[in-house]
């Protein structure tokens, strides 16, 4: 085995995998991996694909667009929405019953002086 077999392989890898086909107007959406020393990075793209003729000559456009930022925005939104619908809700099941009781107890006093 020589010296050049012996080190070690330090170049990225790249993985693609699709996650979901959308409408024609939505593209389609890819989960993009690139591994190097430094780990992991991964991203979601979204692309579209577009075919053009102009005369004789056909051209394909494809445009890919990094979405990642913009899902992760969505999620932090979604988040904290279900964080005051499920606050909202512990609310008002507790506001309830403590009303009976102060409600009941407002009624029992003249009866306990």
Not at 51 to 65: C, D, F, P, Q, W
Request: hydrophobic share 35%; aromatic share 8%.
């Amino acid at each position: 085995m020589n010296e050049e077999d012996e080190k070690e392989d330090n170049s990225p890898s790249f993985t693609t995998s699709m996650i979901a086909k959308r409408k024609k107007n939505e593209g389609e959406m890819f989960e993009f991996k690139y591994d190097d020393k430094n780990g992991e990075e991964k991203k979601e793209l979204q692309v579209f694909t577009q075919a053009i003729v102009s005369g004789s000559e056909k051209l394909l456009m494809t445009t890919i667009r990094d979405m990642s930022y913009w899902l992760e925005l969505e999620k932090t939104k979604l988040r904290g929405k279900m964080q005051t619908l499920a606050f909202a809700s512990a609310a008002h099941e507790f506001k309830n019953p403590l009303n009976a009781i102060v409600s009941t107890l407002e009624l029992l006093k003249p009866l306990l002086n």
